[in-house]
């Protein structure tokens, strides 16, 4: 019987178990899932529970459910990869590098121009609250690498609020999720906590200044550093994606 997390209901927990389950591919694409029957014995969990959680997984594109078809893993073409859950199932594990490569790109095609927005909005409530994610990256360097990873989310969440932009601001769980791994992966790559804060901190005083290029080029340089770092490992020998 699989083991489902504690402080989720039922179907909560069921949905997450069986989405990593998908992710990882224990299910074939096309194949059938076993039964409404055969799952409730699996997991533990009531005919209703299983049905919360198909529609929860066929809300993110993943299954389908039909009558005389039975319950179906849909390609992952069908995925919303763009759901913090489903980002957070293919990186919780061993994160593909292919995967953060991927995400790198997106973040260098949004986060420089949600920098040039906020430098060129210059919002004094929306810069406080990046400097003080700065200011938390700062006190805890060298000394509580958690704190430190939470501050850095915060900053780069903190301008995408700055941007004004609420397509930019609606991208703050995707980018919260996927940058909890990515930024664990390149800032140990980089292994220099002092250069972090610093190149961080060219952003939002270019954002003070309000200088759109500048903060646009300084967010632009922050993220192609680290993606520079993902496609070097990607381009060792031997190296898989």
């Not at 095609?109 to 406080?128: M, S, T, V």
């Not at 690498?145 to 989310?153: C, K, Q, R, Y």
């Amino acid at each position: 019987m699989a083991v489902l997390e504690r402080n989720l209901s039922l179907s909560q927990r069921m949905t997450q178990e069986l989405g990593r389950a998908i992710v990882c591919g224990e299910y074939n694409v096309h194949e059938s899932l076993p039964s409404e029957a055969v799952l409730c014995e699996d997991f533990g969990v009531s005919r209703t529970a299983v049905r919360e959680a198909v529609k929860m997984l066929s809300a993110k594109g993943m299954i389908s459910s039909r009558q005389r078809q039975g319950i179906r893993v849909l390609p992952e073409e069908e995925w919303n990869i763009l759901d913090p859950d489903l980002l957070r199932w293919s990186l919780e594990s061993n994160p593909s590098m292919r995967v953060l490569q991927e995400f790198l790109q997106m973040r260098i095609a949004i986060e420089p121009e949600a920098a040039w927005l906020a430098a060129r909005h210059a919002n004094p409530e929306r810069i406080q609250a990046i400097h003080g994610a700065l200011d938390r990256m700062e006190a805890a360097r060298g000394k509580d690498p958690e704190a430190a990873l939470e501050a850095d989310i915060d900053f780069h969440i903190s301008i995408l609020y700055a941007s004004e932009n609420r397509f930019f601001i609606r991208m703050r769980d995707f980018t919260r999720t996927a940058l909890n791994v990515s930024i664990r992966h390149t800032n140990v790559i980089k292994s220099n906590p002092a250069g972090v804060v610093a190149d961080h901190g060219k952003v939002l005083d270019a954002i003070e200044r309000q200088q759109p290029d500048e903060a646009r080029d300084a967010m632009y340089a922050l993220i192609d550093e680290a993606l520079r770092f993902i496609e070097s490992e990607l381009d060792q020998p031997g190296k898989t994606a």
